[in-house]
């Protein structure tokens, strides 16, 4: 199971850190990743690692994924309002070889729960 945490209302240019809590198992050998996701719309790739990490244009250059042990991290930097929404962490035993298969989020077996951030001035 995976628990995220660490959302929050920031304003605009802040920055934020969340945490995805793994519960049994390590994020070695694994692929895992972010995804956020906005009333109305579908799930988006943030960004995830793995066999290689990735990040959506959108974020590239102000996240930053980390993991240690069963701990994964999205370092937010500079953030916008149109970072805001809920985000998720998700995982899947496999290893991904390919940015494709790393952005889509029908890949990923676990999913946490989700946390809000609120980009807002």
């Known amino acids: 199971q995976l628990q995220a945490s660490g959302g929050g209302l920031v304003q605009p240019g802040d920055s934020l850190r969340l945490s995805c809590a793994a519960s049994?198992?390590?994020?070695?050998?694994?692929?895992a990743g972010w995804f956020r996701q906005t009333p109305g719309k579908e799930r988006e790739f943030v960004g995830a690692?793995?066999?290689g990490t990735y990040y959506s244009d959108a974020v590239k250059g102000r996240f930053t994924i980390s993991t240690d042990n069963n701990k994964m991290y999205l370092q937010m930097n500079g953030l916008k309002p149109d970072d805001t929404g809920i985000y998720y962490c998700?995982?899947?035993?496999?290893?991904?070889?390919?940015?494709?298969?790393?952005?889509?989020?029908?890949?990923?077996?676990?999913w946490g729960q989700g946390t809000e951030v609120t980009v807002s001035s």
């Open positions: 998700a995982a899947d035993d496999r290893t991904f070889n390919s940015r494709y298969l790393f952005s889509q989020s029908k890949q990923y077996y676990y």
């Open positions: 049994g198992r390590t994020f070695s050998r694994v692929t």
């Open positions: 690692t793995g066999r």
